[in-house]
């Protein structure tokens, strides 16, 4: 019987013939939703085979206001909005002006931000552990404000570039002292630059200003034996193939809604693994659970055939998904006949 992270492993080599694996993250409303229905631990009661953690105060999601008041600042000082019922967005920018010349980036060594990570490798021994070591581009649009950045993109790109240059020096060496001092497989980076329809900026912009700066973060994981995922919410079809020229290895979380996920499969998945897929903005919330049941098992089937695919929600599962397609959802990506 093969472990956990063997079964992932072998859905990243594209070994075909196996379940497809799946895994699911919960807000808080959803996540207790799960635990009454499933028990607790809820990753152990649905025997989950990759776990994930990330560095403390990389951003401060679903922050209890009951602990934090109505707001929290995370490490690079971003102000974010407290709230159970959503993840919380960046209210106030550290950078109101794109001038740096006063500023401190945060120290990337501090050890609090890696409190826990290696005693928390060891407890998930034989799972595919995942790490997330930061964002890039996400991360400028939380220090300067996406508006703000847009507009630097167009009027001052050697602010942006230097801006971006300091960040992923930031993941860099995160990511050093992660492999150092931790046991795991892989590393994330969380990355942004799609909307519904398109990406944010050009697929042009984006491979000046941002891709060098990734090929650098991928390099130096893989480099060190580490897989890498790359999240990207929304429409980023345009760079996919240069995402995977440049080393990613599995592609989070494919949107159904932004991109047609049968045909990026078929043009990339010899070259690829996608993890994610499974409807969100209406299925989930608002399908019958007979119809969540069919749409996951054609996944399953279509998405799965050959390997290269992990089996995950669009997005993480939000308080608008009711228990009986949540149960669908677990149950049907669970089935193994």
Same mark, same amino acid.
């Given at each position: +019987? ?45 025997? +989950?085979?990759?776990?994930? @953690?990330?560095?403390?105060? %990389?951003?401060?999601?679903? @922050?209890?206001?009951?602990?934090? #008041? ?51 490798? @060891?407890?998930?021994?034989? !799972? *595919?552990? /995942?790490?997330?070591?930061?964002? %890039? ?17 167009? %009027? ?20 050093? /002292? $992660? ?14 630059? #799609?909307?519904?329809?398109? +990406? ?13 700066? %990734? ?52 043009? *990339? ?13 209406? $299925? ?13 098992? !054609?996944?399953?089937?279509? +998405?799965?055939?050959?390997?290269? *695919? ?8 939000? @308080? ?18």
């Amino acid at each position: +019987m093969i472990t956990d992270r063997e079964w992932i492993q072998r859905a990243l080599d594209h070994v075909g013939g196996d379940p497809v694996p799946y895994h699911f993250s919960f807000t808080p409303p959803a996540r207790r939703l799960a635990v009454q229905h499933y028990g607790t631990p809820l990753e152990d009661a649905l025997s +989950m085979p990759i776990r994930r @953690a990330k560095l403390n105060s %990389l951003t401060p999601l679903h @922050a209890d206001p009951e602990e934090v #008041g109505a707001s929290a600042k995370d490490e690079f000082g971003v102000i974010w909005s407290a709230g159970t019922l959503d993840r919380g967005v960046p209210v106030a920018p550290c950078l109101p002006e794109p001038d740096f010349s006063h500023y401190h980036f945060p120290d990337p060594a501090a050890p609090e931000r890696f409190a826990g990570l290696d005693d928390w490798c @060891a407890a998930h021994e034989g !799972r *595919y552990r /995942i790490i997330w070591v930061g964002d %890039l581009w996400e991360r400028a649009t939380f220090m300067r404000g996406m508006e703000n950045l847009l507009l630097d993109v167009a %009027l001052r790109p050697a602010f942006v570039q230097s801006l971006l240059h300091r960040i992923a020096w930031i993941v860099l060496e995160t990511v050093g /002292i $992660l492999v150092d001092r931790c046991e795991f497989e892989a590393v994330a980076l969380s990355d942004d630059y #799609g909307a519904q329809n398109a +990406m944010l900026i050009s697929p042009s912009d984006w491979r000046t200003l941002i891709k060098p700066h %990734l090929a650098r973060i991928y390099a130096s994981a893989k480099e060190r034996g580490r897989t890498v995922l790359h999240h990207s919410c929304g429409n980023v079809e345009p760079i996919v193939g240069d995402m995977i020229d440049i080393g990613l290895d599995i592609l989070h979380p494919i949107q159904p809604e932004a991109m047609d996920i049968r045909r990026l499969k078929k043009k *990339y998945g010899a070259h690829l693994t996608f993890c994610g897929g499974v409807p969100t903005q209406r $299925l989930l919330a608002s399908a019958p659970p007979q119809e969540v049941r069919r749409e996951v098992g !054609r996944l399953k089937k279509e +998405m799965g055939r050959g390997g290269g *695919y992990i089996l995950e929600p669009g997005i993480t599962l939000q @308080a608008d998904v009711p228990l009986e397609n949540l149960v669908a959802l677990i149950d049907e990506a669970r089935f193994r006949g």
